[in-house]
């Protein structure tokens, strides 16, 4: 079912009530897309909430309205030679006006039931920006702009938030309900390839300290990273650092990290509302503000600054949570920039832009589209990728101890 009703269409936007003042009003009317605001028989907190659904529109605000009232208020003042030299009017106190003082009462209205085109028409017909939108019983379900209509019809609606992630096969892309791109053995596999990263660094380092000192390699192969030779523990530090180099390099050598740029790359252009075109896609940034990376940012300069750093004195661990605080997202936009994603190849892109179209087509088809909570957490892709990785961590790391029993031998 394609958007087809004004209620499928429906947005919410900030709303007010009687006794809210004047300021509010303004400030709500600066945050609506729809410059409109509608002014509600009760406090509400936002889309899908019930204090929403069960809301009743008792007037509603638009700039037109601001402009009238200002008007009326400064009038007399001016008639009055209130003004400075500058021909400015003494500023009124406009603490006491409230929306009941703004709005109009007369609130034109869009039923939910009405076709696209009939929401357009009486759109048309009151001259508004954007109106609220009823159901049959009246209350409110949110608010409709023309061009909410228009993208509709021309079928380019978006979802307001995009996820995604990179996998060996291609982009994958959901906004929690819906998904396109990639197939789902995709995720595993992306799960598998982190898991695989992170045993060859893990090997690699074995081999690079055997060939330094074979003391240094079987403590490595006895206990992984817990190399513990000297006393200062600086060796298991030097292992954590050159396994996470490692790895983060054998990362931004497999295909997944332009895809991983890809995927990055068609969100920006995406929720930006750009045009879905290579020509586009490709100048958009590699790093993205919501990438897991981000958190693998987080947990490191954690990890470094309690394990692998000297202790300063009793207030050290608020100086490392102060920095972490203060410095993970620039250091996981570091990251994304220099491993966790390498320049997408024309592919690649592709891949992403494809993966972007099937999921604004599954989003025009299914706009109410809303599964049971398990169905959503699958649609997030996270567990398909940690079963991928906990799979390959246990079947790498059992061959590591296998081979490495037969070498001792």
């Known amino acids: 079912m394609s958007f087809s009703s004004a209620g499928q269409l429906a947005r919410s936007v900030p709303t007010a009530r009687l006794t809210d003042s004047l300021g509010l009003v303004a400030e709500n009317l ?13 406090l509400t907190f936002g889309e899908g909430d019930p204090s929403e659904r069960e809301a009743r529109v008792i007037g509603l605000v638009d700039v037109r309205d601001l402009a009238r009232v200002s008007e009326m208020i400064l009038a007399p003042a001016y008639a009055n030679g209130h003004g400075d030299l500058n021909g400015h009017a003494s500023a009124p106190n406009f603490e006491n006006l409230t929306a009941r003082e703004v709005m ?4 034109p209205y869009i039923p939910a039931v009405f076709s696209l085109h009939n929401a357009l028409s009486t759109l048309d017909r009151y001259d508004l920006p954007a109106l609220p939108v009823l159901d049959k019983d009246n209350r409110y379900r949110g608010v409709l702009s023309r061009a909410d209509i228009l993208a509709a019809l021309g079928n380019n609606i978006r979802p307001p938030l995009v996820g995604g992630m990179a996998t060996p096969l ?3 892309l959901t906004n929690g309900h819906l998904n396109g791109g990639a197939p789902t053995f995709g995720l595993f596999l992306s799960g598998l390839t982190l898991a695989a990263c992170y045993c060859f660094a893990l090997v690699a380092l074995m081999l690079i300290l055997w060939a330094i000192d074979p003391a240094w390699g079987a403590a490595a192969l006895s206990g ?18 050159g396994h996470s180099l490692l790895f983060l390099l054998a990362l931004r050598a497999t295909p997944m990290a332009g ?9 920006w252009a995406l ?16 790093a993205h503000p919501r990438c897991g990376t981000n958190i693998m940012a987080l947990v490191g300069l954690v990890t470094v600054g309690l394990q692998h750093l000297p202790d300063y004195g009793p207030n050290y661990i608020l100086l490392v949570l102060a920095a972490t605080f203060f410095g993970w997202r620039n250091f996981g936009t570091l990251l994304q920039e220099w491993f966790t994603t390498r320049p997408a190849s024309k592919k690649q892109l592709q891949s992403g832009i494809k993966a972007a179209r099937e999921l604004m087509a599954k989003y025009q088809a299914q706009p109410v589209a809303d599964p049971a909570k398990p169905i959503g957490l699958l649609n997030n892709g996270l567990i398909f990728s940690f079963l991928g990785m906990i799979l390959g961590m246990t079947g790498f790391l059992w061959a590591i101890d296998f081979v490495a029993a037969r070498l001792i031998r």
């Open 271 to 286: 929720e930006r509302g750009l045009p879905l075109e290579i020509e586009t896609v490709e100048k958009m940034p590699r």
């Open 30 to 42: 600066r945050s609506s897309p729809h410059g409109v605001v509608p002014v509600l028989d009760r």
């Open 104 to 107: 109009r009462a007369d609130v």
């Open 259 to 267: 895809f991983h740029a890809a995927e990055h790359q068609t969100v």
């Open 224 to 241: 992984r990273l817990g190399i513990a030779l000297d006393g200062s523990g600086g060796l298991n530090s030097l292992a954590f650092f």
């Open 170 to 172: 291609g982009v994958w």
